[in-house]
């Protein structure tokens, strides 16, 4: 992982790019709210036949819905590189190359919610101090777990590496990038501010239950996810995206000139071989010492008596 120059991006970006593509989000918002109206109607089912429906059963709303997250996170941060968008197309093709990432990743993230709520629990009938400390752990381990979140799902959709090395780049990203991600936190805690404020105004469950459908349906899972995307694209692009495509652009290159040596022959490199060996001579737009050139021409005399 390396640094390259990369565009700045500013609260007017977010807000300009949020708004003017907002028909597009809107497309994506209702693509996801579809399997996520199914698994809440599952939930409704099992209530009937259940009395009281355990948490554990709703947390599994995370892995359930990984996969649309990835189409939705390949969505905004097309948008947020500035690239053509095509929010259906865009919205599959994400689940369809980022499936496996997502689903891997949100059993983890089961795993630690379902711990930070036994440990809630644990506290609040056992107040021990060693409750308390293993609280205290996953509570940092959660916080932790979520700084490195915020990379790592940008990075699966925008570069080809393996669920290891987004990882690992995603820990290192985390100091790297922690501006932007405090810059996350704090807008995530703006919109659950706003969440909690609407809950403390409508005291009726059923109205409170239509108004955050309808937020539901229109804005929440795209401007969480918009919010997410904007503000760790900008590390992960400076430290990994560019540095990538750089890379990738010298090992083409790399390509390119080795095939066009190795089509030239040897009556084409024998007027280059003529003279001293160690000096330097031109071939295919760059210099190489005359041995360079006597190699190769061996290599291929070699070649055709075999």
Known sequence: MSVTGSRKYS?????????????????????FCIPLAVFIGILVLISQFVENLSWFIIFLLIPFMSPFFAGLTNVCRKLTAE????PVKDFFSGIKDNWLFFLINSILLYALTSGMF??????????SGAVTFYLIIISLTSLLFVLIEFSALTMSVSVELGFADIFKNSILLVG????????????????????????????????LLVVYG??????????????IVFNSYQTVDKYVIS????????????????????????????????????????????????????????????????
């Open 118 to 127: 036994v440990m809630l629990a644990l506290n609040r009938q056992a107040d």
């Open 176 to 207: 790297k990038g922690i501006v932007n991600h405090l810059k996350t936190l704090f807008a995530l805690l703006f919109v659950a501010f706003f969440m909690y404020s609407i809950a403390a105004l409508i005291n009726s469950f059923i109205p």
């Open 83 to 86: 690239k053509a968008v095509r």
């Open 243 to 306: 540095p990538f495509s750089q890379e990738s652009r010298r090992e083409e290159q790399k390509r390119l000139d080795k095939q066009k040596d190795e089509e030239l022959t040897i009556e084409e490199l024998e007027p280059l071989a003529a003279g001293d060996p160690e000096e330097y001579v031109f071939l295919n737009g760059k210099t190489v010492k005359r041995k360079t050139v006597i190699k190769m021409i061996e290599v291929r005399k070699n070649t055709q008596q075999s």
């Open 214 to 227: 309808i937020l539901c349906l229109l804005s929440l899972p795209t401007l969480i996810m918009y919010i």
């Open 11 to 31: 609260l007017s970006d977010f807000f300009s790019g949020y708004f003017s593509n907002y028909g597009r989000l809107l497309l994506s918002n209702l693509l």
